[in-house]
């Protein structure tokens, strides 16, 4: 029902910046939720920022004020933009989208790897 691919991940020194994107295609409802998700090895997926189509945002304790989240509504895009990072974010970073309309309710992208590193 709804194709997710994301793209902006590598490798990037610990202080640097990185942008991901995540383009939606297929059956596209409104409203619906946009969010990225990171899975570091050996750890649980954790929610890292998500953004509705009406525009409210909610971030992870733990990347408050160095990212940011946005989305492009007419091109079905989220965007996350990663400032100050850190080897602690060094994960698999996945892209999601959610709605009551959407059967399944959650679709999922295949993940791009961001590792930090120096």
């Known amino acids: 029902q709804v194709q997710l691919v994301e793209s902006g991940g590598g490798l990037v020194q610990p202080g640097g910046s990185l942008r991901l994107s995540c383009a939606a295609s297929g059956t596209i409802f409104s409203p619906n939720t946009m969010g990225w998700y990171r899975q570091a090895p050996g750890k649980e997926r954790e929610l890292v920022a998500a953004?509705?189509?009406?525009?409210?945002?909610n971030y992870a304790d733990s990347v408050k004020g160095r990212f940011a989240i946005s989305r492009a509504n007419a091109k079905n895009t989220v965007y996350l933009q990663m400032n100050s990072l850190k080897p602690e974010d060094t994960a698999v970073y996945y892209c999601k989208t959610y709605s009551i309309y959407y059967n399944p309710r959650d679709h999922w992208g295949q993940g791009t790897q961001v590792t930090v590193s120096a």
């Open positions: 953004i509705t189509s009406g525009g409210s945002i």
